[in-house]
């Protein structure tokens, strides 16, 4: 350990978290296999993560879907919203800064925490539901969340489709665009029942996620 320099250090990192996210996606054997020969025990090592951001952006129709049907998604501090007009139709984009968690190369794991969330109102009966906390689980390919504030109420609220990711890695950087992000079945039934609405399903692609890491 002792013998390797910063930038052999930094190398590693960077390899590591690469492969760790990618792995998710079934496409990064290769990389993971090179990681491990490179890296030898270290690939066990936790990659602790500085910072960072995670942007979510709704998929075509659904934030007029949502409009339509009296659903309005609020984000909630430090959480940021902004609307993206497109050709495919108006957008609502999420930002949540993320606080911190660690990643590891072999066994694939660790969790990516953030801060801030989303309040969903429905104008036509006066319910509301919010989850915040968002935290994605590398392991099991996840993104959970808790509801209303309550610690002890975290649920899974999106599986990750890596299938069409895209990466990108600098330094102390490492950005993942085009992460799909699919509503689980607990979060419909939630969502649905909190609001007191139909319109949620289990499995439908509410958006697409673009996380940029700094470790």
């Not at 500085?50 to 659903?71: C, D, Q, S």
Request: with cysteine.
């Amino acid at each position: 350990m002792a013998g390797l320099k910063g930038e052999d250090m930094r190398g590693i990192r960077q390899l590591a978290v690469v492969a760790a996210i990618a792995g998710l996606a079934g496409c990064a054997t290769t990389a993971a296999s090179a990681a491990s020969e490179t890296t030898g025990a270290r690939a066990a090592a936790a990659v602790h993560l500085r910072g960072g951001a995670t942007a979510v952006t709704t998929a075509p129709g659904i934030a007029p879907a949502l409009l339509k049907n009296g659903i309005v998604p609020l984000a909630t501090s430090p959480g940021t919203e902004s609307v993206l007009f497109r050709k495919s139709g108006p957008a609502a984009r999420f930002t949540f800064p993320v606080t911190g968690g660690s990643v590891t190369l072999s066994p694939l794991g660790g969790k990516i925490n953030h801060a801030g969330g989303i309040l969903f109102a429905n104008l036509r009966n006066g319910k509301t539901v919010g989850v915040s906390r968002f935290t994605i689980n590398l392991a099991r390919a996840d993104l959970t969340g808790i509801v209303n504030g309550n610690p002890k109420a975290r649920v899974p609220l999106f599986r990750l489709d890596l299938s069409h990711a895209k990466l990108t890695a600098g330094k102390h950087i490492v950005t993942a665009k085009g992460i799909g992000l699919r509503l689980t079945s607990a979060a419909a039934k939630a969502l649905n029942s909190a609001l007191g609405t139909r319109l949620f399903s289990a499995g439908l692609k509410l958006g697409t996620a673009r996380t940029l890491l700094r470790f």
